[in-house]
């Protein structure tokens, strides 16, 4: 079975700071990896989503993620932060035995600070 | 973009009634639908695949004769929680999976329940 762990469950930084969320997955088979993001009461948006390619992927909002399948890690990168950033972040693996089905993380939430 | 809509919003009601919430694929087709719970401050749970035409396949410890999922067109997929508990109370999210785009589900908004 897949698992996905987000490493910290809350996140605070100023505004304009970098900012790094981690992702582990596990599975022994081929995954499709995604970042999705959820404002207070809705639902989710996907930020990007990683299938297959490039190990780079690039996503809406200045958002950037890195497929490291060596170290079974997505974590989803921003150079600068704003304070509109805050929300609570998911990251969600599919593929394998769990063919169409999206197991989520725990989830982070980003807050920042002005 | 591809666009998903959930109604109710919101929803009150007593304990012992039952409850239907619609999800919609408003500019595409969605042979498949998910449904999702989260309680607060935790990540969404799938509860159920939802096929369009066929019955619903239920996750591990949900209970299909208290979720009725009907998944009637490629549009449009209905949760009913039937007798519906103070602790069925919670964040009901559910998605839509492009025809033949494999993993590209778009969520809708979500449905707030609450069960006095």
């Known amino acids: 079975a897949q698992s996905v762990t987000q490493l910290d469950s809350q996140v605070p930084v100023f505004e304009e700071a970098p900012v790094e969320l981690r992702c582990n997955y596990s599975s022994s088979v081929s995954v499709y990896l995604f970042w999705y993001v959820q404002y207070p009461n809705q639902g989710l948006q996907l930020l990007l989503k990683y299938l297959s390619g490039s190990t780079l992927v690039k996503g809406i909002n200045g958002f950037e993620a890195e497929f490291n399948k060596s170290q079974t890690s997505f974590h989803l990168r921003k150079p600068s932060v704003h304070i509109s950033d805050t929300a609570e972040y998911f990251c969600a693996s599919s593929g394998g035995t769990s063919y169409g089905k999206l197991t989520f993380g725990q989830g982070t939430i980003l807050t920042v600070h002005p | 973009g591809a666009v998903v809509s959930q109604h109710p919003s919101r929803v009150i009601c007593k304990s012992g009634t039952s409850v239907k919430i619609e999800c919609r694929s408003l500019d595409f087709q969605a042979t498949t639908m998910f449904w999702y719970r989260q309680f607060p401050k935790q990540s969404l749970m799938l509860m159920a695949t939802?096929?369009?035409?066929?019955?619903?396949?239920?996750e591990q410890g949900v209970e299909k004769d208290k979720f009725l999922i009907n998944h009637a067109s490629l549009t449009l997929s209905t949760l009913t929680v039937t007798s519906a508990h103070p602790e069925d109370s919670s964040f009901y999210i559910c998605?839509?999976?492009?025809?033949?785009?494999?993993?590209?589900?778009?969520f809708g908004p979500g449905t707030r329940l609450t069960v006095l």
């Open positions: 998605s839509a999976e492009i025809a033949g785009s494999y993993n590209e589900q778009f």
């Open positions: 939802s096929n369009e035409g066929s019955k619903a396949t239920y």
